[in-house]
């Protein structure tokens, strides 16, 4: 897990260095967008609850004076949820699992503006999730042959792996003093499973996210 940790912080200062140099001329300080987010898992099925999540994260935009922006950013996100039932061995099962996913997202993507004071926008791109940590934590059972059953709880590293997907949103820009102020509702999903050992474990989540453009 530490050396997890290192890998994926070690890509993220990377990706920072690289694009902090390439926005030098453009502007004094890269970051122009800053946002919290709270999120909900939508993946209710009879073996899934949702559960809440939160996240803040800094973004860049690029051609900020046309229609059209790019948007590149850096997100601290966490979700959770519950698995009523999961496989885990050929005598072993589990119960009311819950998993919680701590992840770095790095999301790039296509705004349309629409406006000249308030604007209104669509945004449509791709992300990439680095699991930074995981766990999950349930109720298991165990029933081998000739011995009694056995029913304990646990918690436990969950080792989920990382993951990329494609998001889309929508918002506006509400002009305050020389800031805007930024409400945007988008929705993220995961275009392959976290991990398909014990069962499929997918992430997919709506957002509503507050932030401010500098």
Known sequence: MIQKFKCTLAIVVLLFLTIQSFGQDSTKFFFDEFKLS????????????????????????????????????????????????????????????????????????LRINIGKTIKYFAEVGGFVDLVISSN????????YPDTLSKTFAFNENAKLSNIYGVYLGLGVRIPISKYELIIAPDY??????????????????????????I
């Open 38 to 109: 709270v999120n909900r898992t939508l993946l209710s099925d009879n073996n899934t609850n949702d559960r809440y999540g939160f996240g803040l994260g800094v973004y860049h935009s690029f051609f900020q004076k046309s229609i059209p922006n790019i948007i590149l950013g850096f997100e601290y996100n966490f979700t959770s949820q519950l698995k009523k039932q999961m496989y885990e061995a050929h005598y072993e099962n589990s119960s009311n699992v819950t998993y919680t996913i701590n992840s770095i997202s790095i999301p790039i993507g």
């Open 136 to 143: 999950r934590k349930g109720t298991m059972t165990t029933y």
């Open 188 to 213: 993220k999903f995961g275009l392959k499973p976290l991990e398909s050992y014990h069962d499929d474990i997918n992430n997919a989540y709506l957002r509503i996210t507050v932030g401010l453009k």
